[in-house]
């Protein structure tokens, strides 16, 4: 879903996207292994300095853009200065953690708290909140299930206007996708834009059972705040 909505923002003739920028640097910064890891690292920034330094501003500059839309995952902001942020617009898109579960569970045999990333979204939306500049919560299952109404409403919050546009993408990779695409996009690549489906039931894996059920908590208080 999150892919997904990279792709949408990418069809705005006003935004340029990029992908998991900081997740060379995050694989670097905490050994993490991931199935991609060596592909990822082998091109992607590794370092704090040159992961923010593809985020800046000046290639939009040059390509008229004026939206950047960067898709993360939580942990990998872990030990960067959150000033560099602190401007921002943010977003938490969040799962129900039953098919987060299932996700992680065909790439990671024992994702932990800080691979799914609740424990962080929560810690995010207090911070951001505290600063002044909450963030704007999105439950996948509700962009799921009414794609336009959420796109709309994500747009009005973060001061931008609407493009039909955003509803429709030309099925396949895209240049932007990080070398973990063959991994983790499949269904991605088959699709071709949003339509209304009812989120599907998941079945949790036995061993993720314990961490399915710690991430509950904190679920139930982003949905809270979802529009």
């Known amino acids: ?60 500059e040059r390509n008229g853009d004026k939206v950047l839309f960067c898709k993360h995952i939580a942990n990998h902001f872990e030990g960067l200065p959150w000033s560099a942020f602190a401007e921002d617009h943010h977003v938490l898109l969040f799962r129900n953690p039953a098919a987060v579960m299932a996700s992680y569970g065909a790439h990671i045999t024992r994702p932990t708290m800080q691979d799914v990333g609740y424990a962080l979204q929560c810690q995010l939306l207090k911070q951001l909140t505290a600063s002044g500049r909450p963030p ?27 493009n039909a546009d955003m509803m429709q993408w030309p099925p396949g990779p895209r240049p932007e996708d990080g070398p973990w695409a063959p991994w983790w996009y499949a269904g991605v690549h088959a699709s071709s834009g949003w339509e209304p489906r009812t989120p599907r039931e998941h079945d949790v894996p036995a061993h993720l059972s314990d961490l399915h059920q710690d991430c509950k908590a904190a679920y139930h208080t982003l949905l809270q705040h979802a529009i």
Not at 14 to 29: C, I, Q, S
Not at 48 to 54: D, I, M, N, P, V
Not at 141 to 159: F, H, I, K, V
């Open 1 to 60: 879903m999150s892919t997904a909505l990279m792709y949408s923002f990418a069809q705005r003739p006003d935004t340029r996207v990029l992908d998991e920028p900081l997740y060379g640097y995050f694989l670097a910064n905490t050994g993490a292994q991931r199935p991609d890891r060596e592909a990822t690292m082998a091109v992607w920034p590794t370092t704090a300095e040159a992961a923010l330094a593809r985020m800046a501003p000046a290639p939009m």
């Open 136 to 162: 704007v919560v999105v439950c996948s299952d509700r962009l799921q299930a009414a794609p336009e109404s959420t796109l709309r409403a994500m747009c009005s919050a973060l001061g931008l206007e609407w």
